[in-house]
């Protein structure tokens, strides 16, 4: 099993900045793949980042390439995700997940174990 704690939401305004921290614990999650996707009430859950752990390969969402960053630190069992230039569209809530393929994929699928997820709400 794999335990995903994520904190760091909150309420910032356009073009604004927020980090996002997941602390994960549990038992070869250094092996994995981890991602953030986001949801918007009455939508389907969808992909904005994902990492590899060992090999520290990155993929973005098309609407999130160039403004945040997903990063992992090892020594601290975390991973984030540096948003910048934050928009109301960018209002959602923020779930971190884990992958046990290690596949750095932007499919929901490939996702085995979720947080309970973060708010973040951007005002314009």
């Known amino acids: 099993q794999v335990q995903l704690v994520e904190s760091g939401g909150g309420l910032v305004e356009a073009g604004g900045s927020l980090r996002l921290s997941c602390a994960v614990s549990g038992r070869t999650f250094s092996s994995y793949a981890m991602g953030w996707f986001r949801q918007v009430p009455g939508k389907e859950r969808t992909f904005v980042a994902t990492i590899s752990w060992i090999s520290g390969d990155t993929y973005y969402a098309d609407s999130v390439k160039g403004r945040f960053t997903i990063s992992r630190d090892n020594a601290k069992n975390t991973v984030y995700l540096q948003m910048n230039s934050l928009s109301p569209e960018d209002t959602a809530v923020y779930y971190c997940?884990?992958?046990?393929?290690?596949?750095?994929?932007?499919?929901?699928?490939?996702?085995?174990?979720w947080g309970q997820g973060t708010q973040v709400t951007v005002s314009s």
């Open positions: 997940a884990a992958n046990p393929a290690n596949q750095v994929v932007p499919a929901r699928w490939a996702f085995d174990y």
